[in-house]
């Protein structure tokens, strides 16, 4: 969760590419956040969900829904232990660069969100050896084939 305030984001991260999404979202209801993120995923990344790691926020309380609508497992990351999602954190603070604190997200659409969050996806990275999170995500995504498997 990207804010505590309504609207908010709700930010995932590829855990391999370092692929930053960020979903805008009206209601921090366990109801409306399982609903707006199955439907993007559904939408954009079917095939490729093997696992979530989710915060212990209460708008998660409907993780069963996600599970289920992906068949992957769940896991939660333990309470104030920060750096055991690292490379989220360090995404929202990317995109505090663009959207700082005090600023409120009300005024940006979902179109405005993404053309920032494609700035920070085409940007190289050390980690992935001066590649961008985009080149190596879209590379992983050719390699699956419709059931979400490495082809060799």
């Known amino acids: 969760m990207f804010t505590k305030h309504n609207p908010h984001l709700i930010t995932l991260r590829e855990r391999k590419s370092r692929y930053l999404v960020a979903i805008k979202s009206n209601s921090r209801t366990p109801q409306k956040t399982a609903y707006t993120l199955v439907k993007?995923?559904?939408?954009?990344?079917?095939?490729?969900?093997?696992?979530?790691?989710?915060?212990?926020?209460?708008?998660f309380a409907h993780h069963v829904t996600i599970a289920d609508a992906f068949a992957a497992p769940v896991y939660f990351c333990e309470p104030y232990k920060s750096y055991q999602k690292g490379a989220i954190e360090?995404?929202?603070?990317?995109?505090?660069?663009?959207l700082p604190k005090k600023s409120s997200?009300?005024?940006?659409?979902q179109k405005d969100i993404e053309m920032i969050v494609s700035k920070l996806n085409n940007q190289p990275m050390r980690c992935?050896?001066?590649?961008?999170?985009?080149?190596?995500?879209?590379?992983?995504?050719?390699?699956?084939?419709?059931?979400?498997?490495?082809?060799?």
């Open 40 to 59: 993007y995923m559904k939408k954009n990344w079917s095939n490729i969900v093997h696992s979530l790691t989710l915060d212990n926020d209460i708008a």
């Open 90 to 98: 360090n995404g929202n603070r990317l995109l505090r660069r663009y």
């Open 105 to 109: 997200i009300e005024k940006h659409t």
């Open 128 to 152: 992935l050896e001066y590649r961008t999170p985009k080149e190596v995500f879209y590379e992983y995504k050719e390699r699956l084939n419709p059931q979400g498997e490495i082809r060799t």
